[in-house]
């Protein structure tokens, strides 16, 4: 069983940047894929982007690209989303998932609010 815990959400202007750490139970994520997703109120789940653990490979949607960088820290088994020129349009909860392909993700972190001010 994997265990995701995120951190780092919060309240930020628009303009600002949040960053967001998901901290992984396993020893190695060698062979998966990290994604991080969003939900806004009344709206469905989306993907924000991803990452493949073994070569850093990444994948944005179009309206984060250029905003949104997603990372990953081996030694500490951790993927970080760093978000700049955050919109009100980003509000929403924000959630970290594995899975071993890019089709469908096993494991779901708690989730994280994110708010950003007009």
């Known amino acids: 069983q994997v265990q995701l815990v995120e951190s780092g959400g919060g309240l930020v202007q628009a303009g600002g940047s949040l960053r967001l750490s998901c901290a992984a139970s396993e020893r190695t994520f060698n062979g998966y894929v990290m994604g991080w997703f969003r939900q806004a109120p009344g709206k469905e789940r989306e993907l924000v982007g991803r990452?493949?653990?073994?070569?850093?490979?990444?994948y944005y949607v179009d309206s984060v690209k250029g905003r949104f960088t997603i990372s990953r820290d081996n030694a500490k088994n951790t993927v970080y989303l760093q978000m700049n020129s955050l919109e009100p349009e980003d509000t929403a909860g924000y959630y970290c998932?594995?899975?071993?392909?890019?089709?469908?993700?096993?494991?779901w972190g708690q989730g994280t609010q994110d708010t950003v001010s007009s």
């Open positions: 990452i493949i653990w073994s070569s850093g490979g990444t």
């Open positions: 998932a594995c899975g071993q392909t890019i089709y469908r993700y096993n494991y």
